[in-house]
């Protein structure tokens, strides 16, 4: 079913056993110019993110937006409930009693911030995700266990089928060399 | 890395001093690792103690369904409180649950802005902890309303039929908004730390059902380095969301009481008071679930002495704090002058109620210090006991704070006494069997340890400048091993 413009490969894959391995290869893929590639490992390793040049995330923005919400949203709430909809005088108290509607407020805040780092962190990341054609590599099961992965992808400018394979296979601590269906 | 001339027994970031004990038993790889910890899950035969434990569990679960379905039959009479104790078994075990869960947010979150590699093994099951005493606790406002379904208007605003919102003044309210945001930011910290184990138990899922049902969970997990980069921004952001509301939980449930105007509850030391006493009735229920599970399991490698032993050192400093809570409430109703005050603090421990007092003394100030003695805190089954200690002690604080504070008023014409009824202790035992029917779900269906994190803490992860590929032979090998 591939056409011209539609490559048959997602791309390919590179498997390492060490997680030093395929950071090293990340840097080396970067300096050989692929910019279409990315790492899989099954811990978080800050010096992969370093080596493919992932920038800031946008996340901490996000959260700060969603605590700013709440917090406006939660005071509101209770202004507007207390002072405009339904004032109600308890014992002379002000109607805009505003220490007592602290607490509330910093629970909205909170709440919406952290509702904001969950999903704003699912959907920067494009998850859920029902496919992915990485899955398609059969050890990549273990990718999720002891093995670490680099795959660059038949969208980079400079991917070749066959170069691409032989820069992959030339790296150090490779075990093996996969392609990815689409 | 394994042959240089490192000793940190730990990973990346590590700061464990030379000597310590080390986080994780030597010979550990990441598939090790992932081996043990999943095959808990994985394993197709349930042990037979689990079963026992559970059918324990469930039965008591039944308890809180004959409780609760007697008390909407016959209204909330069916309890203790009158006047003058109106708050009873419902506020005093909405408080030790809410306090227990406590433990799980310290250990999720502030431990790991403190950078404490030692809360990775324990983290799991005590946020588990954590959303399941929420859970209990949640039980008891609910209930005491009479009919829940009647109440939801004056607890949360929404525009109802009446045109009425709740009374924002009011601790209670604030207590709805602290404890349903505690319960809400907990699930989510415990399920978004899930995901990559999720994706781990979907990789390695004989069956397919499970394949299907932790694939499902994992929503499409993959492991992208962009993926870990948003990931563990995410998860840093709520464990610094969720310090701050661990604090405010308590205090704003302290504040159910200090803002009354009782002898006995209108103190400014409440809120750190109960925040500290919060987090020490947590680790002690983190003590009682952690010894028997790595026994049961095996996981003496993952939860080792030092685990044990600095959640003892944290359950002793917490419990000196609550000590020193005592030691203020009694010198500042001698200090204030006000004969109300001193009434109650002289009548707390010889009133009617001096046993409770007693008990609560042995209990969170005599038992808890014996822990100074190293050879006392590694001893587990002390340990352990202990631990069920401090349960009960803090079990028998809020009995005193809440009951002999209320039975004698202002007004001698309205002392009186109060005891708990049966459906009170059904209740309260009910949710005893929920919790723990909850707990054996959980070690049965999900990873009790979290595995990608106890990945991060083997040597083998250590990733540094020196780390040249190749130079560590076998994948993940410890220098611990090493001779």
């Known amino acids: 079913m591939s056409t011209a413009s539609e490559p048959a490969l997602y791309g390919l894959m590179a498997e390492f056993k060490e997680p030093a391995a395929l950071v090293e290869a990340a840097r080396q893929a970067r300096e050989a110019g692929y910019h279409r590639l990315d790492g899989y490992s099954p811990f978080p390793i800050e010096e992969l993110a370093e080596a493919l040049g992932l920038h800031h995330s946008r996340l901490p923005l996000l959260v700060l937006g969603g605590g700013i919400a709440g917090a406006v949203g939660g005071y509101g709430l209770q202004y507007w409930a207390s002072v405009i909809e339904y004032p109600l005088n308890v014992g002379g108290r002000p109607y805009h009693s505003w220490p007592a509607f602290i607490p509330p407020t910093f629970e909205t805040t909170i709440l919406v911030a952290a509702l904001t780092a969950v999903l704003g962190m699912l959907a920067l990341n494009g998850l859920p995700e029902p496919y992915h054609p990485v899955f398609n590599v059969p050890s990549f099961a273990l990718a999720s266990k002891d093995h670490f992965f680099l795959c660059i992808e038949a969208a980079d400018p400079r991917f070749d089928p066959e170069e691409t394979r032989r820069f992959l296979e030339g790296l150090e601590g490779v075990a093996s060399v996969s392609e990815v269906e689409p | ?483």
């Not at chain 2, 027994?9 to 550990?28: M, S």
Request: proline residues 6%; glycine residues 8%; hydrophobic residues 50%.
């Open chain 2, 1 to 483: 890395m394994s042959d240089g001339p490192h000793t940190e027994p730990a990973g990346r970031g590590t700061e464990a001093a030379p000597g310590a004990q080390p986080l994780v038993e030597p010979g550990h790889t990441f598939g090790s690792v992932t081996d043990k910890i999943s095959s808990i899950v994985l394993q197709r035969r349930t042990p037979k103690g689990w079963w026992l434990g559970f059918a324990i569990s469930f039965l008591l679960l039944q308890l809180l369904i004959l409780a609760v379905a007697n008390l909407l039959f016959r209204g909330i009479g069916v309890w203790g409180p009158n006047v003058p104790v109106g708050w009873g078994f419902d506020i005093l075990n909405f408080v030790w649950w809410i306090g227990i869960g406590h433990a799980g947010t310290l250990i999720s979150a502030i431990l790991l802005l403190l950078r404490q590699q030692w809360r990775t093994s324990i983290n799991r099951f005590a946020e588990a902890m954590t959303l399941f005493a929420v859970a209990c606790a949640a039980f008891y406002p609910v209930f005491h309303t009479g009919r829940p379904w009647l109440a939801a208007y004056w607890l949360f605003p929404y525009p109802n039929t009446m045109g009425l919102w709740p009374q924002f003044r009011s601790p209670i309210i604030w207590d709805v908004f602290a404890v349903s945001t505690y319960a809400a930011v907990s699930a989510l910290f415990w399920f978004v730390g899930l995901i990559p184990d999720l994706a781990t138990l979907r990789d390695r899922a004989k069956s397919l059902p499970w394949k299907v049902l932790y694939g499902i969970l994992a929503m499409g997990w993959r492991g992208s380095a962009r993926h870990w980069h948003n990931y563990e921004t995410a998860y840093l952001l709520l464990a610094a969301l969720a310090t701050p509301l661990v604090v405010s939980v308590h205090t704003v449930v302290s504040f159910d009481f200090a803002v009354g105007i009782v002898p006995g509850w209108h103190a400014t030391v409440f809120p750190p008071y109960f925040v500290a006493g919060a987090i020490y009735a947590g680790f002690a229920m983190v003590l009682t679930l952690a010894i028997p599970l790595r026994r049961f399991y095996g996981l003496e490698d993952f939860i080792t002495m030092r685990h044990l032993e600095n959640m003892a050192k944290v359950m002793l400093a917490t419990g000196l704090i609550v000590g020193y809570g005592y030691m203020v409430e009694a010198f500042m109703a001698w200090y204030s002058g006000n004969e109300y005050e001193r009434y109650m603090i002289v009548n707390r421990m010889t009133g009617q109620y001096w046993y409770m007092y007693a008990a609560l003394i042995f209990c969170n100030v005599i038992a808890i210090n014996t822990l100074w003695v190293k050879n006392l805190r590694t001893n587990v089954p002390y340990l352990f006991v202990t631990s069920l200690v401090v349960s009960v002690g803090m079990w028998l604080e809020r009995y005193v704070i809440i009951v002999t504070s209320l039975h004698r008023d202002f007004l001698p014409s309205s002392w009186g006494m109060y005891q708990g009824t049966a459906y009170d202790w059904a209740a309260f035992v009910g949710t005893l069997g929920l919790f723990l029917t909850l707990m054996f779900l959980f070690v049965r269906f999900l990873p009790a340890i979290s595995i990608f994190e106890m990945r991060t803490i083997l040597p083998g992860a250590d990733v540094g400048e020196d780390a040249a590929p190749g130079a560590a032979s076998p994948a993940g090998a410890s220098p611990g091993a090493a001779p």
